[in-house]
């Protein structure tokens, strides 16, 4: 089955230009860049070995091999497609530690270093923990961290969330650390919020405006309904546990027999909902 493609990223795939993707996670930065590859070779505006690829992790690094080589493979009926992945061993897709690895090695003899080093993985993690260990004592008092700890132990948040984090996405080249990437996803998932509340602001006023006269279950429904204002409110002070339960309690109502036009779009509805 084909991946839908909205507008804003068939234009990141097709445009001719340097081009930023910003995203949140699961939205489909990786589809996206695995059809710009694709379109790239098809247009003939650069050969596999030309591409290069990278990402932050091994594990992202493997999927993005094996995605593009199969969605190559899907269209080996195509000449060119079929001699690019014929010679798809030379495709650069890797780690940007692997990257750069191999650059110093190609070059080791200018850096004055022997060409048979290898990645310290061991200190990497050594540092991951350090790093983990410094902004958890530091954010001790966070309510966020407090709930985190309850849950799965010190121990767990430390060596088994923050550490192996800081393994994957912190980079001695850039001054990056855990502060900054819990802001930014704190702001990315207000966002979200604001834009789910919005639409289920919408979703209740579209109940409200509903003929309710002909099921009890309806107009049970619109009197235990909470206004737009009192939505916002909840969101606003990150109630969430009741804006849950609220959202529970409507999701639970059964229309019954859909008989008429308000009780269909009150199923309607109900299936957004959901």
Same mark, same amino acid.
């Given at each position: 089955?084909?991946?839908?493609?909205?507008?804003?990223?068939?234009?990141?795939?097709?445009?001719?230009?340097?081009?930023?993707?910003?995203?949140?996670?699961?939205?489909?930065?990786?589809?996206?860049?695995?059809?710009?590859?694709?379109?790239?070779?098809?247009?003939?505006?650069?050969?596999?070995?030309?591409?290069?690829?990278?990402?932050?992790?091994?594990?992202?690094?493997?999927?993005?091999?094996?995605?593009?080589?199969?969605?190559?493979?899907?269209?080996?009926?195509?000449?060119?497609?079929?001699?690019?992945?014929?010679?798809?061993?030379?495709?650069?897709?890797?780690?940007?530690?692997?990257?750069?690895?191999?650059?110093?090695?190609?070059?080791?003899?200018?850096?004055?270093?022997?060409?048979?080093?290898?990645?310290?993985?061991?200190?990497?993690?050594?540092?991951?923990?350090?790093?983990?260990?410094?902004?958890?004592?530091?954010?001790?008092?966070?309510?966020?961290?407090?709930?985190?700890?309850?849950?799965?132990?010190?121990? =767990?948040?430390?060596?088994?969330?923050?550490?192996?984090?800081?393994?994957?996405?912190?980079?001695?080249?850039?001054?990056?650390?855990?502060?900054?990437?819990?802001?930014?996803?704190?702001?990315?998932?207000?966002?979200?919020?604001?834009? =789910?509340?919005?639409?289920?602001?919408?979703?209740?006023?579209?109940?409200?405006?509903?003929?309710?006269?002909?099921?009890?279950?309806?107009?049970?429904?619109?009197?235990?309904?909470?206004?737009?204002?009192?939505?916002?409110?909840?969101?606003?002070?990150?109630?969430?546990?009741?804006?849950?339960?609220?959202?529970?309690?409507?999701?639970?109502?059964?229309? =019954?027999?859909?008989?008429?036009?308000?009780?269909?779009?009150?199923?309607?509805?109900?299936?957004?909902?959901?």
């Amino acid at each position: 089955m084909k991946e839908k493609i909205d507008e804003a990223q068939l234009k990141a795939i097709n445009i001719n230009e340097n081009v930023v993707v910003s995203a949140g996670a699961g939205s489909g930065k990786t589809s996206v860049l695995v059809k710009r590859y694709i379109r790239l070779i098809r247009e003939q505006k650069a050969t596999i070995e030309e591409i290069l690829t990278l990402t932050f992790t091994r594990k992202a690094a493997a999927e993005m091999y094996e995605r593009i080589y199969s969605l190559l493979s899907e269209e080996k009926t195509e000449i060119l497609i079929n001699k690019q992945l014929t010679e798809f061993e030379k495709a650069h897709i890797s780690t940007i530690d692997s990257f750069c690895a191999d650059i110093v090695r190609n070059c080791s003899h200018r850096f004055g270093v022997p060409s048979d080093f290898s990645l310290d993985d061991e200190e990497a993690a050594r540092i991951a923990q350090e790093v983990s260990l410094k902004f958890i004592i530091e954010n001790r008092e966070d309510r966020i961290m407090q709930k985190l700890i309850s849950s799965i132990g010190f121990e =767990g948040v430390w060596k088994e969330f923050f550490s192996p984090l800081g393994s994957e996405y912190l980079h001695i080249a850039r001054s990056e650390d855990f502060s900054r990437m819990y802001e930014r996803q704190i702001r990315e998932l207000k966002g979200l919020l604001e834009k =789910g509340t919005g639409r289920l602001g919408d979703i209740f006023y579209r109940i409200r405006t509903l003929d309710s006269s002909s099921s009890s279950t309806l107009q049970d429904t619109l009197n235990s309904l909470p206004s737009e204002d009192e939505i916002a409110g909840l969101a606003k002070n990150e109630n969430y546990s009741e804006l849950k339960q609220t959202l529970k309690r409507i999701k639970t109502r059964k229309p =019954g027999r859909v008989n008429s036009p308000g009780l269909l779009q009150f199923k309607e509805c109900l299936d957004e909902l959901k």
